[in-house]
C-alpha cells in the first residue's frame, strides 16, 4: 500500500509561484513514475507534469515552459514548481503514482490564481 500527500498549494497572484510537494509512504519502487494532475470545477482531470523513475519528463503543453517535476528518491519526494501563474493554472492539484497494475493518488491540494 502507498500513501501520498499533497502540500504546497494556496492562494497567489497571476504571475506568482508555488512550490507543490508530494511525500510517498509504504511499499514503495525505485521503478515508480509519479505525475502531477489537476482538476479544475466541471472539468476532466488532466496530467500536468510526469516523472519516470530514470527522471524523464513530459508536461502539458498548457504549462511548458512555466513548471518543472523533479523528483528526490531519497526523501521519496516529487515535487512541481510552478512559475508565471496564470488564473486558467486554478485547479485541485493530485499526486499520482504509477505502477504497471496499479496506481495511487494524493488527496490533493487546492491552487488558487487570481487575476
Known amino acids: 500500500q502507498v500513501q501520498l500527500v499533497e502540500s504546497g498549494g494556496g492562494l497567489v497572484q497571476a504571475g506568482g509561484s508555488l512550490r507543490l510537494s508530494c511525500a510517498a509512504s509504504?511499499?514503495?519502487?525505485?521503478?515508480?513514475?509519479m505525475g502531477w494532475y489537476r482538476q479544475a470545477p466541471g472539468k476532466q482531470r488532466e496530467l500536468v507534469a510526469a516523472?519516470?523513475?530514470?527522471?524523464?519528463?513530459n508536461y502539458a503543453d498548457s504549462v511548458k515552459g512555466r513548471f518543472t517535476i523533479s523528483r528526490d528518491n531519497a526523501k521519496n519526494s516529487v515535487y512541481l514548481q510552478m512559475n508565471s501563474l496564470k488564473p486558467e493554472d486554478t485547479a485541485v492539484y493530485y499526486c499520482?503514482?504509477?505502477?504497471?497494475?496499479?496506481?495511487?493518488w494524493g488527496q490533493g491540494t487546492q491552487v488558487t490564481v487570481s487575476s
Open positions: 499520482r503514482l504509477a505502477r504497471m497494475y496499479s496506481e495511487y
Open positions: 509504504g511499499m514503495l519502487f525505485s521503478s515508480d513514475a
Open positions: 516523472i519516470s523513475s530514470g527522471g524523464s519528463t
